[in-house]
C-alpha cells in the first residue's frame, strides 16, 4: 500500500516544482522536492518498492524538465543505490543524519548530471554555478527534517491501515464474539 501513496506524493511534488516553483522569482530559489522523497525511499523502504519509485518518478521528471531522456532516471538510480549501500554500512536511519546525507547526495546527484549534459551536448552548456547549487543544497537540507517528519507519517498511518484489514490479525477486543460470556 505504500508504493501507490508515495507515488500520488512523488507526482504532486513534480507537479509543484515544476509549475509553481518556476514561476517564484530565482533568488528564492527552486527546491527539489522529489530528491528529498527518493533519499528517503532509498533509506526507509523496501528495495524493490524503492527502484520502482526512483524509476517512475525519474521518468516523470524527464518528461518534464529532463533535457536528455534518461538522465535523470540513470542519476537518481545511481544516487539510490549510492545511498542503500551507505546506509546498509553505516546503518543511517536517525533523523539527525538525513540532511547531510541528503546534501551530499544531491550535490553527488547534479554533478552526475551536470557531467552526463556536458558529454552528450553538441554546444557548450551553462558553467556550473556554485552559488546557485549552494544555495539549493541549503533549501534542501532545512527542507529534509519536516518532510522526512511527513513521510514517517505517512508510512505510519499505512502500515495501520494494513494492520486494520489484515485478515489474519488478532482482533485487540477483550471478549470473543463467539462465545457466550459466562454468567457470574
Known amino acids: ?67 536528455f531522456l534518461g538522465l535523470y532516471v540513470l542519476s537518481y538510480s545511481l544516487v ?21 546525507i541528503t546534501a551530499l547526495a544531491y550535490l553527488v546527484a547534479h554533478g552526475l548530471l551536470y557531467l552526463f549534459s556536458s558529454m552528450l551536448a553538441e554546444e557548450d552548456l551553462s558553467p556550473w554555478s556554485w552559488g546557485g547549487i549552494l544555495k539549493r543544497v541549503l533549501i534542501i537540507t532545512i527542507l529534509t527534517i519536516p518532510f522526512n517528519r511527513i513521510f514517517h507519517l505517512v508510512m505510519q498511518q499505512c502500515d495501520k491501515k494494513y494492520e486494520r484489514r489484515s485478515f489474519f490479525m488478532k482482533r485487540r477486543g477483550k471478549n470473543n464474539r463467539y462465545r457466550p460470556k459466562k454468567a457470574q
Open 80 to 100: 539510490f543505490f549510492l545511498i542503500r549501500a551507505v546506509s546498509a554500512i553505516l546503518a543511517i536511519k536517525e533523523a539527525s543524519q538525513q540532511p547531510a
Open 1 to 67: 500500500m505504500r508504493l501507490p501513496i508515495f507515488l500520488a506524493i512523488g507526482i504532486l511534488l513534480i507537479t509543484v516544482q515544476t509549475s509553481i516553483f518556476q514561476a517564484l522569482p530565482e533568488w528564492i530559489g527552486m527546491p527539489d522536492l522529489l530528491f528529498i522523497l527518493l533519499v528517503f525511499s532509498a533509506i526507509y523502504l523496501k528495495l524493490s518498492q524503492g527502484i520502482v519509485l526512483c524509476l517512475v518518478l525519474g521518468t516523470a521528471m524527464e518528461v518534464f524538465s529532463g533535457y
